[in-house]
């Protein structure tokens, strides 16, 4: 397939009630773009990254009420699975696309992985443009730009990732549903891939965390 990119019919399936209705929705209209970024980007990030990176696409599986409020791929080192990796994903909720450098609760390496972001602060902040943005939770769709978090409310969230059981940490950048670029797939793709780019200096800080924390 051609990749289109995103439109409205896409983001209005976060608008359908039930569970049964809204993943039909996601599986016939969302998982197919899905799995042909999966499949686009995995050559990219495997040299991004120095490693072979495999996509998973979010099924949804152990869901039995509650409909899906978003949806996403994930790429990790990982044939098996991705949430206990550093990672990426694209994704989309009702109101945007992102575009995530993640770390979760999942993962056993989140101290490691504070701690080599916390030594390395400064090249983060330089590396990270003043635009992207941060989350401390995968799970909700509110996150802040660097411009306004700063260094110190970077730090306070590399931080709280170590300290805190469920903590979380998210970066990258957000697209509102309502933007012309979703519309233009080549666009769309180059500015992910940029993005990824940028995301990779995140990931190489990842894993020297998880090479420490396995040690």
Same mark, same amino acid.
């Given at each position: 397939?051609?990749?289109?990119?995103?439109?409205?019919?896409?983001? !209005?399936?976060?608008?359908?009630?039930?569970?049964?209705?809204?993943?039909?929705?996601?599986?016939?209209?969302?998982?197919?773009? #899905?799995?042909? #970024?999966?499949?686009?980007?995995?050559?990219?990030?495997?040299? %991004?990254?120095?490693?072979?990176?495999?996509? $998973?696409?979010?099924? $949804?599986?152990?869901?039995?009420?509650?409909?899906?409020?978003?949806?996403?791929?994930?790429?990790?080192?990982?044939?098996?699975?991705?949430?206990?990796?550093? $990672?990426?994903?694209?994704? #989309?909720?009702?109101?945007?696309?992102?575009?995530?450098?993640?770390?979760?609760?999942?993962?056993?390496?989140?101290?490691?992985?504070?701690?080599?972001?916390?030594?390395?602060?400064?090249?983060?902040?330089?590396?990270?443009?003043? !635009?992207?943005?941060?989350?401390?939770? $995968?799970?909700?769709?509110?996150?802040?730009?660097?411009?306004?978090?700063?260094?110190?409310?970077?730090?306070?969230?590399?931080?709280? %990732?170590?300290?805190?059981?469920?903590?979380?940490? %998210?970066?990258?950048?957000?697209?509102?549903?309502?933007?012309?670029?979703?519309?233009?797939?080549?666009?769309?793709?180059?500015?992910?891939?940029?993005?990824?780019?940028?995301?990779?200096? %995140?990931?190489? #800080?990842?894993?020297?965390?998880?090479?420490?924390?396995?040690?």
């Amino acid at each position: 397939m051609s990749f289109t990119g995103f439109h409205e019919k896409d983001f !209005d399936v976060f608008s359908i009630e039930g569970l049964d209705d809204r993943m039909q929705g996601i599986i016939s209209q969302i998982r197919p773009k #899905l799995e042909f #970024l999966g499949q686009h980007f995995a050559a990219s990030l495997s040299a %991004l990254t120095g490693e072979e990176m495999f996509f $998973h696409v979010a099924k $949804h599986a152990r869901r039995t009420v509650n409909p899906p409020n978003d949806t996403w791929v994930a790429w990790a080192g990982d044939k098996r699975g991705y949430k206990k990796h550093p $990672h990426f994903q694209v994704g #989309l909720w009702g109101t945007h696309l992102f575009v995530w450098y993640a770390v979760i609760y999942e993962s056993p390496f989140k101290e490691g992985i504070s701690q080599s972001m916390a030594e390395h602060l400064d090249e983060i902040m330089a590396t990270i443009p003043d !635009d992207f943005r941060w989350s401390p939770d $995968h799970m909700q769709p509110e996150s802040t730009t660097q411009a306004v978090l700063g260094r110190e409310g970077v730090a306070q969230m590399i931080d709280r %990732l170590q300290r805190v059981k469920k903590a979380e940490l %998210l970066c990258g950048f957000t697209i509102d549903r309502h933007n012309p670029l979703l519309r233009d797939g080549d666009k769309l793709l180059k500015r992910m891939d940029e993005t990824f780019s940028t995301l990779a200096k %995140l990931y190489q #800080l990842g894993k020297q965390g998880t090479v420490s924390a396995s040690r």
